[in-house]
C-alpha cells in the first residue's frame, strides 16, 4: 500500500475512533428539584413511576422536546422527566445549603406562571378577597384516564411540547 493510501487509512480509522468515543459517552444530568416525578410517559399526565430527589444523578436515554428520557436509578428500566427539573451541571450537595433550597417539581411550575408562596401570602393577607370558591375547586380530583379523554376530545396534546 502506497503512503498516501496508509494515511487515509490512518485517518479513516482515527475517525472511526472518535465517532465511537463519543457515541459510547452517556449524557448524565442531575436533579434541580427537591422532588421530581418519573413519568411512564412524555406528559404532565404520564403515571408517576417513582419521584427523584435534589441531585439524584441520571443517566439520558433519549430526548423528546422538552422531555427527556432517562434510565432510573439501580437499572429499574427508563421514564420521562421535564427538562425543567434537570442540569448538566454536576450539584454540590451540601447539607442544610442546597438541599433547603430546592423546590418540588409543582414549585418550579407555579414560579414559571409568576406564582410562588411569597405571592401567595400577599393574596391570603387581602381579607377582602374570598378563596372559598379556590378551595373547593382544588379538591376536585378527576382519575387520570378522564383527563385523557378530555385532552384527546379536545385535540390537546397534553403538555407533550
Do not use: C
Amino acid at each position: 500500500m502506497s503512503t498516501p493510501g496508509k494515511r487515509s487509512l490512518v485517518i479513516v480509522l482515527l475517525l472511526a475512533v472518535a465517532a465511537v468515543s463519543a457515541y459510547s459517552q452517556t449524557k448524565t444530568m442531575s436533579v434541580t428539584v427537591r422532588q421530581a416525578p418519573v413519568r411512564a410517559t412524555p406528559t404532565f399526565l404520564g403515571k408517576i413511576l417513582t419521584d427523584l430527589a435534589y441531585g439524584d444523578q441520571v443517566e439520558v436515554v433519549e430526548t423528546q422536546g422538552a422531555w427527556v428520557k432517562i434510565k432510573l436509578p439501580g437499572g429499574q428500566g427508563t421514564g420521562w422527566m421535564h427538562s425543567s427539573e434537570l442540569t448538566q451541571q454536576q450539584l454540590a450537595l451540601k447539607a442544610g445549603s442546597n438541599v433547603k433550597q430546592g423546590a418540588s417539581g409543582s414549585e418550579v411550575a407555579l414560579a414559571g406562571k409568576g406564582f410562588n408562596k411569597q405571592v401567595e401570602d400577599k393574596y391570603a393577607s387581602e381579607k377582602h378577597l374570598d378563596y372559598s370558591k379556590v378551595d373547593e375547586m382544588e379538591k376536585i380530583a378527576y382519575p387520570p384516564a378522564r383527563l385523557i379523554q378530555f385532552l384527546e376530545a379536545g385535540d390537546l396534546h397534553g403538555g407533550q411540547n
